[in-house]
């Protein structure tokens, strides 16, 4: 993207301030509705506006903008909050459920997508989509499968649609079943697709659901390398089509950095504070957008067929991460 100054005025502060402008809405309604919280209302007012009133292409480069820049930067300055000795909370055992959870996760997938006739890359787009980290993942294993642009399409918007089910499920699954904090951020961080949706579903329980919930997410993200050159070898693609990327996305590194740092330096009071702030507000922002961007009318056009493949690879991931939390968590 060109950062001109031109550019962002005309096409990225539109859709930049709906979205804070959202965000603050939800922030204010918060404040009579506090069980739903923030980051729930961000996207429920998202989702309304966006399918209603804001259509137009005008906001898309801007509320684009918001779900990826700061949601990113919000999970950065997240780690400032962790420490090493939070991460060994989770332990081994968190460690193996992740394992299982994902090895399980692809497997289904890749079964099920053959028993629908979905073709070889589209089903593996799936299942690493579902597996990792939605969207992110997508992008990084399609070039390596040698995926067209029209499968990927289709299986993001699958995958968009699954996890927006799942992320409002979840929570209320969670506190039903579990009533340790360990096991509902495993059950919500170790299933949910994307970085936003297990940061909006974490937060409709409490703030500590949320940093360790994010700790599974990320442990999931750091195996996308691993998932990528497993992949790619299943499904070589032509050399034409294959592209370097950079395989651990840039938020992933900056969370460990910014976890290192927090571990072995006392930092002041402020930085901490601040951090919560604005990861606070970035998210808010981050999901107000995720709410605008969510067209409906996508979702329509993909017909029975590919609903029942996201049906049923959400089904099975639900059941699997409980039974998984049960026996190891």
């Given at each position: 993207?060109?950062?001109?100054?031109?550019f962002?005025?005309?096409?990225?502060?539109?859709?930049?301030?709906?979205?804070?402008?959202?965000?603050?809405?939800?922030?204010?309604?918060?404040v009579?509705?506090?069980?739903?919280?923030?980051?729930?209302?961000?996207?429920?007012?998202?989702?309304?506006?966006?399918?209603?009133?804001?259509?137009?292409?005008?906001w898309?480069?801007?509320?684009k903008?918001?779900?990826?820049?700061?949601?990113?930067?919000?999970v950065?300055?997240?780690?400032?909050?962790?420490?090493?000795?939070?991460?060994?909370?989770?332990?081994w055992?968190?460690?193996?459920?992740?394992?299982?959870?994902?090895?399980?996760?692809?497997?289904?997938?890749?079964?099920?997508?053959?028993?629908?006739?979905?073709?070889?890359?589209?089903?593996?787009?799936?299942?690493?989509?579902?597996?990792?980290?939605?969207?992110?993942?997508?992008?990084?294993?399609?070039?390596?499968?040698?995926?067209?642009?029209?499968?990927?399409?289709?299986?993001?918007?699958?995958?968009?649609?699954l996890?927006t089910?799942?992320?409002?499920?979840?929570?209320?699954?969670?506190v039903?079943?579990?009533?340790?904090?360990?096991?509902?951020?495993?059950?919500?961080?170790?299933?949910?697709?994307?970085?936003?949706?297990?940061?909006?579903?974490?937060?409709?329980?409490?703030?500590?659901?949320?940093?360790?919930?994010?700790?599974?997410?990320?442990?999931?993200?750091?195996?996308?390398?691993?998932?990528?050159?497993?992949?790619?070898?299943?499904?070589?693609a032509?050399?034409?089509?294959?592209?370097?990327?950079?395989?651990?996305?840039w938020?992933?590194?900056?969370?460990?950095?910014?976890?290192?740092?927090?571990?072995?330096?006392?930092?002041?009071?402020?930085?901490?504070?601040?951090?919560?702030?604005?990861?606070?507000?970035?998210?808010?922002?981050?999901?107000?957008?995720?709410?605008?961007?969510?067209?409906?009318?996508?979702?329509?056009?993909e017909?029975?067929?590919?609903?029942?493949?996201?049906?049923?690879?959400?089904?099975?991931?639900?059941?699997?991460?409980?039974?998984?939390?049960?026996?190891?968590?």
């Amino acid at each position: 993207m060109e950062w001109k100054e031109g550019f962002f005025m005309k096409k990225v502060l539109p859709g930049l301030g709906l979205s804070v402008a959202v965000a603050i809405v939800a922030k204010g309604l918060a404040v009579f509705l506090p069980t739903l919280g923030a980051a729930t209302l961000a996207i429920l007012c998202g989702i309304l506006l966006g399918n209603t009133v804001f259509r137009q292409s005008l906001w898309e480069k801007g509320t684009k903008f918001s779900e990826s820049k700061l949601l990113e930067i919000s999970v950065v300055l997240l780690g400032l909050t962790v420490t090493f000795q939070t991460i060994q909370t989770i332990g081994w055992r968190g460690v193996l459920f992740i394992l299982l959870q994902m090895s399980l996760t692809i497997l289904w997938t890749w079964w099920l997508g053959k028993k629908l006739n979905f073709s070889r890359t589209m089903t593996l787009l799936m299942a690493g989509g579902n597996a990792v980290c939605g969207s992110s993942a997508i992008a990084s294993i399609a070039p390596v499968i040698g995926a067209e642009e029209e499968e990927k399409g289709q299986i993001i918007t699958l995958v968009n649609l699954l996890g927006t089910v799942m992320m409002l499920l979840l929570p209320l699954i969670a506190v039903q079943v579990f009533d340790n904090v360990l096991a509902q951020s495993a059950l919500i961080g170790g299933t949910l697709q994307s970085v936003g949706q297990v940061v909006s579903s974490a937060s409709m329980v409490n703030s500590q659901v949320l940093q360790y919930a994010t700790l599974f997410k990320i442990m999931r993200i750091m195996l996308l390398v691993v998932v990528v050159l497993v992949f790619g070898r299943i499904q070589p693609a032509p050399a034409a089509a294959t592209t370097k990327r950079r395989l651990l996305p840039w938020y992933v590194a900056g969370f460990l950095v910014c976890c290192v740092l927090n571990s072995f330096i006392q930092l002041p009071t402020i930085i901490d504070t601040s951090a919560h702030f604005i990861s606070s507000w970035f998210e808010t922002i981050a999901l107000a957008a995720i709410g605008l961007r969510l067209d409906f009318r996508k979702f329509l056009k993909e017909g029975p067929k590919f609903l029942a493949f996201a049906g049923g690879v959400g089904l099975v991931q639900i059941a699997a991460a409980l039974l998984f939390i049960s026996l190891l968590l």
